[in-house]
Each structure stands twice: as C-alpha cells, then as structure tokens.
T-cell receptor, first 111, second 115 residues
Framework: SQQGEEDPQALSIQEGENATMNCSYKTSINNLQWYRQNSGRGLVHLILIRSNEREKHSGRLRVTLDTSKKSSSLLITASRAADTASYFCATKGTGGFKTIFGAGTRLFVKA | DGGITQSPKYLFRKEGQNVTLSCEQNLNHDAMYWYRQDPGQGLRLIYYSQIVNDFQKGDIAEGYSVSREKKESFPLTVTSAQKNPTAFYLC??????????????FGEGSRLTVL
C-alpha cells in the first residue's frame, strides 16, 4: 500500500524559478525522505528529515515537515534544466523496516 | 567504486518463461530490497531481506521469488505466475542497525518487457 501522496503530479517551470512539491502521508513516521529519479534510471537519495525536525536545508533544497498535518514539502530554489526529473517522498515508519514511496512529482524545467 | 549493480538493464521475455534479474552490492549492507515501478507510478515493494538466508514478502510478492545466499547478492525471479510482469525493477540496499535511517541506495534498474 502506498503511504505518500505527492502533489502536484506534474510541474513545469522556467529555469531560475522555484519549484515546490508537497507530500502527504497517513501513519506515524520515524523520518521522511526525498529521492530524485532521472528518466529510466535508479533513485538517488536527496535529503532526510526526522520526525522531530521541522525544516532542513541542503544546497538549493529546503524540506519542511509538519507531523500534525502529516505533510512535507520540498522546495528547489533557482531551478536549472538539469533538475528535470521525478521526485518522490518516502517514509520510514516507527518500528518498521520498510520504506514506502509515493507516486512522485514529475518536474520539467524549461531552459 | 561502491554501489549496486543490476543486470541486465533490458530484458525481453516470452509469456510462460521465468526470468532472473541480478542484483549485486559491494556496500556491505545487510538489507536488500526489490521494488517494482510501473509508468508514472511510485515504487511497490516485492521482497526484502534483512540478513543472509532470510527474506520477507512485500506488498506484491505473488508471482515472484528471491534468494539470499550471500550478503552481496539478492536475485529476483519473475515467474510465469506473474500476470503482468512488464515493468521497471529496482534493487536497493541499506545498512541495518539502530542507526539505520532507512535511506536506500538504488541500482540503475532492469526493464523487463513481456512479448
């Protein structure tokens, strides 16, 4: 069963603009992670935020987590054409060994 | 370089045939996973293994089988019982233990097409 739901399903922006993707989940989590997937490739881990954290930064990435609303957002600032990819949120539950993925947001950055 | 290697990258199969997808890692990770990805969708867990000689079914294990005879290897067999096997298959691994955050390291995937 899928845990996360990303919103929007697809996003098209101009280079230099910011891109925001949202993720909602259903059960209690230990942490929430964001991954990136280029077309036809494997997933690459971007950033992890723990359940007791509210915001985290890594380079041009900013992740927020609201456990009361069971939601997270990923902000990519000053986007580049090379950021074109699918982005997935994934959750690791408390006491579980499985990491569960949402359906992803497809981001297209136009040069 | 350390990483996860999946092979083959592309595979074509006739209906009724079993095929085996290879996954090898040299990251010294204890846990390994197989996911299936269909177009425009997220990943669904097929099987996972936390330790050698042990594995558990994921959410969509029917029609698949695995083995874990070595720490480095976790092959997936797609059997003829799998009704709709055409998909992109991803193998992943993660270290275990109390410090394990669940961060997954992925291979480059294997695309299986049934003719």
């Amino acid at each position: 069963s899928q845990q996360g739901e990303e919103d929007p399903q697809a996003l098209s922006i101009q280079e230099g603009e910011n891109a925001t993707m949202n993720c909602s989940y259903k059960t209690s989590i230990n942490n929430l992670q964001w991954y990136r997937q280029n077309s036809g490739r494997g997933l690459v881990h971007l950033i992890l935020i723990r359940s007791n954290e509210r915001e985290k930064h890594s380079g041009r990435l900013r992740v927020t987590l609201d456990t009361s609303k069971k939601s997270s957002s990923l902000l990519i600032t000053a986007s580049r054409a090379a950021d074109t990819a699918s982005y997935f949120c994934a959750t690791k539950g408390t006491g579980g060994f499985k990491t569960i993925f949402g359906a992803g947001t497809r981001l297209f950055v136009k040069a | 370089d350390g990483g996860i290697t999946q092979s083959p990258k592309y595979l074509f199969r006739k209906e009724g045939q079993n095929v085996t997808l290879s996954c090898e890692q040299n990251l010294n990770h204890d846990a390994m996973y197989w996911y299936r990805q269909d177009p425009g969708q997220g990943l669904r867990l097929i099987y996972y293994s936390q330790i050698v000689n042990d594995f558990q079914k994921g959410d969509i294990a029917e029609g698949y089988s695995v083995s874990r005879e070595k720490k480095e290897s976790f092959p997936l067999t797609v059997t003829s019982a799998q009704k709709n096997p055409t998909a992109f298959y991803l193998c992943a691994s993660t270290p275990q233990g109390l410090s394990n955050t669940g961060e997954l390291f992925f291979g480059e995937g294997s695309r299986l097409t049934v003719l």
